[in-house]
């Protein structure tokens, strides 16, 4: 299992890497970032597919094609666990070498989105963000939230999918 963890989680947290450079290009080149959330998550199911060929993978090849739910959904919860610390990392690397003003950026774009009546509550909703995105351990927290869930959900139904009981 370890080796499927890790070859599939590397390749999910490289693929999430390239897609760092891609987000931070359209964030600065697209002014208005329409579809950056939906293309964002989209790409995420779409990386965190190869999760699904992981598990198949560790059931035919190790396991003679019977896994439990139980070790599918674990196999997949590592590889995405391991997919989205890379990420987490990347994120890490990029946002304080490359693109430290990142939150300027973003709240210029949900401050221009807001409507008259709201501005005030988003500003100072904004501001906090801001603040707390200023301790790494938040950067890493919000990051993580922002990818973890996504693969564990995928890896709850690649699990119910692939689990099959030896007769």
Request: charged content about 15%.
């Amino acid at each position: 299992m370890k080796n499927i963890v890790l070859v599939f989680g590397i390749i999910i947290g490289l693929v999430f890497c390239a897609n760092i450079g891609f987000m931070v290009y359209w964030m600065y080149h697209n002014p208005d970032l329409k579809g950056s959330e939906l293309v964002g998550y989209a790409v995420m199911v779409v990386v965190f597919s190869l999760l699904y060929i992981g598990v198949r993978n560790y059931r035919n090849k190790q396991l003679d094609g019977f896994i439990s739910f139980g070790k599918a959904f674990k196999t997949g919860a590592l590889i995405a666990l391991l997919g989205s610390a890379i990420y987490v990392a990347a994120w890490l690397f990029s946002y304080y070498l490359f693109v430290p003003d990142f939150m300027d950026v973003y709240s210029e774009y949900a401050l221009k989105n807001c409507t008259p009546e709201d501005l005030p509550a988003k500003t100072k909703e904004m501001a906090d963000f801001k603040e707390l995105y200023k301790n790494p351990l938040f950067v890493i927290l919000i990051t993580f939230s922002e990818v973890l869930p996504i693969g564990l959900v995928v890896a709850l139904v690649s699990a119910l999918i692939l689990k099959r009981k030896r007769k």
